[in-house]
């Protein structure tokens, strides 16, 4: 890539609106990036943070339907290739002279190659999409990524650097199907710097990562836009992501721009409407859940034996909130798989109480787990929903029960209203296509999936990684709600520590496939240094 010292306008986003049937998601945002720099875009769920960036990313069905986006950059008009705007510099590929242009990319039809050749070079991170080769290593992941004109060692190497920006060099011959999600998530991000892009497009880049991953990415986020002149947006519910990585951020609240410009003020405003009271914990009952010596080792051809779960032993009460937290790829996803029947045990046992009987979780068919898993809902951190079914197919199909159409319905209300819709709302949510939805929405409606089935037992794997502090605070409400209304259970995995505090009894932290402490939320976040970062304190 071309590099100057001297700051020039990179990408300019000129009053883009666009509306899907009568709802408007973007109104007249505006914003310039120059070389160097971070936009960063916060707002509730449904706020437009997304549309904004399908659409820099060029996807055709996210069209502005007024203003512009400009990408500005050098052309070589001897090999084509397209760099940084710097008047004058020479093509960093073959020397030649370059041109600079000011493309206007969505009035070139899809097929121009100016177009393409553009898109090319915009990277882009989606929210809970780990796009990997699952049977490839993590280093063979991030070279398939590598532009085809860098070869030999050079190409090894430069997988090597962006895996270093990640801190997962020691995983470089692991295979990708294997790492926890946080992993899998920074391989993505590895992935996507690889290619070299001019703009990087980030949808949630840390929703789902423990604070000192998070961290990390942060800072390797921040290097490579400074080091590489490039200019980056993201979008994110995080203030401490807003404040800790944009140069500028835009509040932005059902597509239009609230506030516009430094990120703490902006940060600070959002967070006004945040506040939960945490509920006293009821009376729970006997255990329900029973760990004892749980072992989950499995062979690697790469890395040998890897001891995912290494002798956890607790039990969790009927009724109780349990979270199960640790910094990613300490197990935590595994054991809550275990508990599910989803991953049979190595050795020890994982039990679960129906009625008067211990089941085992490791033991297959009806006998088995088949008797305890009709009890367990599970929410998972890939969730799919129906892309092709209404909001309400897709939780009256999912209950898995015979019942009049009226009464689907009304259940179906009520466990929409429980995970935060509003009211008003509820008629036009449930005759909607989940691809009309913010992401934030359909992850309430998989977890409104969950509940609706009333299960013993909800396991919920990251549930508020994409969510805006107002809608945690409800989601919390409602785990606790369903607590108390219908005695549920729940086994919580999450990096969210907001959340843990908000609304868990109990939690276990977990290092290197071990239960290293477990108690209530606050003193093992204490013990841990994992506690929130209180509001102003980001540094």
């Given at each position: 890539?071309?590099?100057?010292?001297?700051?020039?306008?990179?990408?300019?986003?000129?009053?883009?609106?666009?509306?899907?049937?009568?709802?408007?998601?973007?109104?007249?945002?505006?914003?310039?990036?120059?070389?160097?720099?971070?936009?960063?875009?916060?707002?509730?769920?449904?706020?437009?943070?997304?549309v904004l960036i399908h659409m820099l990313r060029g996807s055709?069905?996210?069209?502005?339907?007024?203003?512009?986006?400009?990408?500005?950059?050098?052309?070589?008009?001897?090999?084509?290739?397209?760099?940084?705007?710097f008047k004058g510099v020479p093509c960093c590929k073959c020397g030649g002279e370059t041109e600079t242009l000011a493309v206007d990319f969505w009035s070139l039809k899809?097929?121009?190659?100016?177009?393409?050749?553009?898109?090319?070079?915009?990277?882009?991170?989606?929210?809970?999409?780990?796009?990997?080769?699952?049977?490839?290593?993590?280093?063979?992941?991030?070279?398939?990524?590598?532009?085809?004109?860098v070869k030999g060692d050079k190409r090894i190497n430069k997988a090597i650097e962006m895996l270093g920006k990640i801190e997962l060099t020691e995983y470089n011959e692991a295979v990708a199907r294997d790492l926890s999600g946080g992993e899998k998530q920074r391989v993505v991000m590895a992935r996507q710097l690889a290619k070299e892009p001019l703009f990087f497009l980030a949808d949630e880049p840390t929703g789902t990562l423990d604070p000192t991953t998070a961290e990390t990415v942060?800072?390797?986020?921040?290097?490579?836009?400074?080091?590489?002149?490039?200019?980056m947006i993201f979008a994110s519910h995080w203030p401490e992501a807003i404040t800790r990585m944009a140069d500028e951020a835009i509040l932005l609240d059902a597509g239009e721009v609230l506030m516009q410009g430094e990120p703490q003020p902006i940060a600070d405003h959002f967070m006004e409407e945040y506040h939960f009271e945490k509920a006293e914990v009821g009376e729970l009952g006997d255990p329900l859940?029973?760990?004892?010596?749980?072992?989950?080792?499995?062979?690697?051809?790469?890395?040998?034996?890897?001891?995912?779960?290494?002798?956890?032993?607790?039990?969790i009460k009927e009724k109780e909130v349990f979270a199960l937290i640790g910094y990613s790829g300490a197990g935590k996803t595994t054991t809550s798989?275990?508990?599910a029947g989803m991953t049979p045990a190595t050795s020890g046992s994982v039990k679960i109480r129906i009625g008067d009987d211990w089941i085992d979780m490791s033991e297959n068919g009806f006998a088995g787990k088949g008797r305890a898993t009709p009890y367990i809902g599970f929410l998972h951190q890939e969730y799919t929903l129906y892309p092709f079914d209404t909001v309400l197919q897709n939780l009256s199909t999912c209950i898995g029960m015979k019942m009049p159409a009226e009464l689907a319905k009304v259940k179906a209300i009520q466990v929409l209203l429980s995970v935060g819709f509003p009211k008003q709302d509820i008629e036009k949510i449930l005759y909607s296509y989940p691809d009309s939805l913010s992401v934030g929405e359909c992850q309430r409606i998989a977890f409104a999936q969950v509940l609706i089935k009333e299960p013993r037992i909800i396991i919920l794997d990251e549930p508020t990684g994409t969510m805006d502090p107002i809608t945690k605070t409800i989601v919390a409400k409602s785990v606790v709600k369903a607590r108390e209304t219908l005695g549920e259970t729940f086994?919580?995995?999450?990096?969210?520590?907001?959340?843990?505090?908000?609304?868990?009894d109990r939690a276990a932290f977990m290092k290197g496939g071990k239960v290293v402490s477990i108690g209530s939320p606050e003193d093992v976040l204490e013990e841990f240094g994992m506690e929130p970062v209180p509001e102003g304190e980001e540094n």
């Open positions: 890539m071309g590099m100057a010292n001297e700051s020039v306008d990179l990408l300019v986003i000129e009053n883009v609106s666009k509306s899907f049937g009568d709802r408007c998601v973007l109104k007249n945002v505006s914003a310039k990036l120059s070389t160097g720099k971070i936009l960063g875009l916060i707002g509730k769920s449904a706020a437009g943070k997304s055709e069905e996210y069209a502005p339907d007024s203003g512009r986006v400009i990408y500005n950059v050098n052309r070589c008009k001897k090999c084509g290739d397209l760099d940084l705007p899809e097929d121009d190659p100016l177009r393409q050749a553009v898109k090319a070079h915009v990277a882009i991170m989606l929210q809970r999409t780990f796009a990997l080769f699952g049977d490839k290593t993590v280093i063979e992941n991030v070279m398939e990524a590598i532009p085809e004109d942060h800072q390797g986020l921040i290097d490579y836009v400074r080091d590489h002149n490039i200019c859940i029973v760990l004892e010596d749980a072992k989950k080792h499995y062979f690697s051809v790469v890395r040998g034996v890897v001891k995912a779960v290494d002798g956890v032993s607790f039990d798989r275990m508990i086994v919580v995995v999450s990096h969210d520590m907001d959340f843990v505090m908000n609304c868990c």
